[in-house]
């Protein structure tokens, strides 16, 4: 079974940085690709970025390019989310996602999801 666990969430203030982490176990990580995602209070989850299985691939949601960078580290089986230049409007539960396909970037849905971590950006 895959396990996704998230670290680094936090209160920072606009225009600080926080680095998200996120482990994973239960299968071999390199083979798949890895996603973030974000849901605020009263809307719905959204996009933020992937990786593809080998890390030569990304994607930004447009709210968060020249922002955020997402990267991997597949001896250490884990993904991270570095967020710079926070807004308030970045404020949400960041969840880390994973793909069941292997080999595959760009899908549309994730089948695994970490617990999510909080992070707040005050103004």
């Known amino acids: 079974q895959v396990q996704l666990v998230e670290s680094g969430g936090g209160l920072v203030q606009a225009g600080g940085s926080l680095r998200l982490s996120c482990a994973a176990s239960?299968?071999?990580?390199?083979?798949?690709?890895m996603g973030w995602f974000r849901q605020a209070p009263g809307k719905e989850r959204e996009f933020v970025a992937a990786?593809?299985?080998?890390?030569?691939?990304?994607n930004y949601a447009d709210s968060v390019k020249g922002r955020f960078t997402i990267s991997r580290d597949n001896a250490k089986a884990t993904v991270d989310l570095q967020m710079n230049s926070l807004k308030p409007d970045d404020t949400a539960v960041y969840y880390c996602?994973?793909?069941?396909?292997?080999?595959?970037?760009?899908?549309?849905?994730?089948?695994?999801w970490g617990q999510g971590t909080q992070v707040t950006v005050s103004s």
């Open positions: 239960g299968r071999t990580f390199s083979r798949y690709s």
């Open positions: 996602a994973a793909d069941s396909v292997p080999l595959r970037f760009g899908a549309r849905r994730y089948d695994y």
């Open positions: 990786i593809s299985w080998s890390g030569g691939l990304t």
